[in-house]
């Protein structure tokens, strides 16, 4: 099947048409029909391509973006893995250190055949200080908090984009 185009064109394009009809052995009917379709082909190649490289932008960014992200969290981890490998307080069984991780983490000491239960750690009351028998001064306290706070920011950056985490 086919339809006709009446399309009137400048003498430079009907000149190239004629040539590219008698290199090709053609009518010029032919020739033109050819040459149109491999025009179209091309435009719809052309569009493709650029929305192909659209999508690679975007991708790309994407990308960055996620980069930066992971940069972040892994400083973030890092910090806080130096933060709670500190020593906050002795065991109230063994009297043996104990670091944040321990304290916040297993909640139980770390030592040979120890294991006690950390938790009397947590409990500030002037009594269990004055029985020096755990109990953190403000300083550990502190930096216990300042270790959640890093935590806490971690799984905020793990949900959202982007962004820096303050302390240090
Ligand atoms: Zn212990």
Redesign the pocket.
């Given at each position: 099947m086919s339809q006709t185009i009446y399309a009137r064109v400048p003498d430079a394009v009907k000149e190239a048409a004629d040539a590219y009809a008698s290199a090709q052995g053609m009518t010029l009917a032919s020739a033109v029909a050819d040459l149109l379709d491999r025009g179209l082909q091309a435009a719809a190649d052309a569009r493709s391509v650029s929305e192909l490289e659209r999508r690679a932008a975007e991708l790309a960014s994407e990308v960055g973006t996620l980069r930066q992200r992971d940069l972040t969290i892994s400083s973030a981890y890092q910090a806080l893995a130096q933060r709670t490998s500190q020593p906050v307080g002795a065991?109230?069984?063994?009297?043996?250190e104990?670091s944040g991780y321990d304290l916040l983490v297993t909640g139980r000491?770390p030592?040979d055949r120890?294991?006690?239960s950390l938790t009397p750690l947590l409990a500030r009351s002037d009594e269990a200080r004055a029985e020096s028998k755990g109990g953190l001064d403000d300083g550990e306290f502190k930096m216990l908090l300042g270790a959640l706070g890093l935590a806490l920011g971690i799984a905020y950056l793990s949900q959202h984009a982007g962004g820096a985490i303050g302390g240090g």
């Open positions: 065991c109230p069984q063994c009297g043996k104990v000491c030592h120890c294991g006690t």
